[in-house]
């Protein structure tokens, strides 16, 4: 089984970063392709960032592509996601998500398991 864990989240004024975190147990993260999805009050969930399972493919929305990086670390079993120049239109809760299927996907059905979210609130 599966299970995810995120970290990091928190509150911050924009122009400012956070470092989110998300510990992988119960599968090697090297097997295994990640994403992050976000949601705000009352939208529905969205894609922010994946990444195949060797690290080495990523992909982003458009409205964080240059600000946010997601990466691994496989020491640590952990998939990060930096975001930097936070804006309030960032605010939400970010999932951390792993699928079976490898390669990238931007949707969060194609996902299988998923963890419990972190809070980031960015103050304008």
């Known amino acids: 089984q599966v299970q995810l864990a995120e970290s990091g989240g928190g509150l911050v004024q924009a122009g400012g970063s956070l470092r989110l975190s998300c510990v992988v147990s119960?599968?090697?993260?090297?097997?295994?392709?990640m994403g992050w999805f976000r949601q705000a009050p009352g939208k529905a969930r969205e894609f922010v960032a994946a990444?195949?399972?060797?690290?080495?493919?990523?992909d982003y929305t458009d409205s964080v592509k240059g600000r946010f990086t997601i990466f691994r670390d496989g020491a640590k079993n952990t998939v990060y996601l930096e975001m930097n120049g936070l804006k309030s239109e960032d605010t939400g809760v970010y999932y951390c998500?792993?699928?079976?299927?490898?390669?990238?996907?931007?949707?969060?059905?194609?996902?299988?398991?998923w963890g419990q979210g972190t809070q980031v609130a960015v103050s304008s």
């Open positions: 119960g599968r090697s993260i090297n097997s295994i392709a």
């Open positions: 990444s195949s399972r060797s690290g080495g493919l990523t």
């Open positions: 998500a792993a699928r079976k299927i490898p390669g990238l996907n931007t949707r969060p059905e194609g996902y299988d398991y």
